[in-house]
């Protein structure tokens, strides 16, 4: 592999990290997805604006997120092993962060204002905004 750029090298950096949150966020959404609605929900208790999410009794959902979080996270991997063949993933990777995030902006002003709406609005939307400022210039530098 040729020697990366100091921006390519950011960017790996940061990939790296996205890997192992996204593979350690999916695993406690299958592994104990109600103990993370239970500490939203006494976190939204304690600020008193938002709404209390119910727990979810549905395997069906969690199995969803899971898999969507197997696909971010083997993303990030792939970009990270080799970032100047693998850059042409990043824009699949922002298309699902996106999503997310805005389909969890949608579910609280329609749906029900609680703070697991709206913290993965802001979380999934801060990835969007941080992955684009080091993917732009990375890709710049791969052009050259």
Partial sequence: MAALTDRQNNYRILMIALFWTFLIVGALFYIVPNNIIDLFNTVSGKIGYFQATPQSMEKFYIDL???????????????????????????????????????????????????????????????????????????????T
């Fill in 65 to 143: 997120a899971v898999a969507y979080m197997a696909c971010v996270t083997t993303i990030a991997y792939l970009i990270q092993k080799d970032v100047k063949r693998n850059l042409n993933l990043t824009p699949v990777l922002i298309v699902g962060k996106a999503t997310s995030s805005l389909i969890s902006l949608v579910s609280f002003m329609a749906y029900q204002r609680s703070l697991l709406y709206f913290s993965n609005f802001v979380v999934d939307g801060s990835i969007v905004i941080i992955v684009l400022a080091f993917y732009l210039p990375a890709k710049s530098e791969s052009r």
